[in-house]
């Protein structure tokens, strides 16, 4: 494989446009990438450590010393439009992105792993786990309401 294919590959990989690319690189239009993609034009052995940086990955793979398995990641379709969205703002926007992202994995709701709670914040008395009849739909007193109600809690992180 060249090293104009893994130059494509690779940006395409990571779900970056030919105009993004340029605009990492400094190059006025994406005809310019477009070109080297192709092999029209060569790269001058100082671009090519940019071209590294740019698609996250080393001079060493882009050349073919690395192999293909090495370098290239998986990503799936959800992770190449993340990237591609992410790739589109500016600094102040890719913080606040990773920002928002790390808010969200605090939340038990977008987690693939739940956390159970701490020793100190479980009631000594488990009664209230006791389950109620299927056909259950009220509480016959206040306290019962509240016992169903923290059920419902612990239920809903598990969606």
Request: glycine fraction near 2%.
């Amino acid at each position: 494989m060249s090293l104009y294919t893994r130059i494509k590959e690779r940006r395409e990989a990571l779900g970056l446009s030919q105009d993004e690319l340029a605009l990492k690189l400094n190059y006025k239009s994406r005809s310019t990438i477009a070109k080297i993609e192709s092999g029209a034009n060569d790269i001058p052995q100082s671009k090519i450590k940019a071209f590294a940086e740019a698609l996250n990955t080393t001079t060493s793979y882009l050349m073919g010393w690395d192999s293909e398995e090495e370098q290239l990641p998986t990503i799936t379709e959800k992770e190449k439009e993340l990237l591609t969205n992410y790739n589109k703002l500016n600094d102040l926007g890719k913080d606040e992105a990773v920002k928002r992202v790390s808010e969200l994995t605090e939340l038990p709701k977008y987690c693939n792993v739940v956390e159970l709670p701490n020793k100190k914040d479980v009631k000594e008395d488990k009664s209230y786990l006791e389950p109620f009849a299927a056909h259950n739909d009220y509480a016959d007193n206040e306290e019962e309401l509240a016992l169903i109600r923290e059920d419902e809690k612990l239920f809903d992180t598990f969606d």
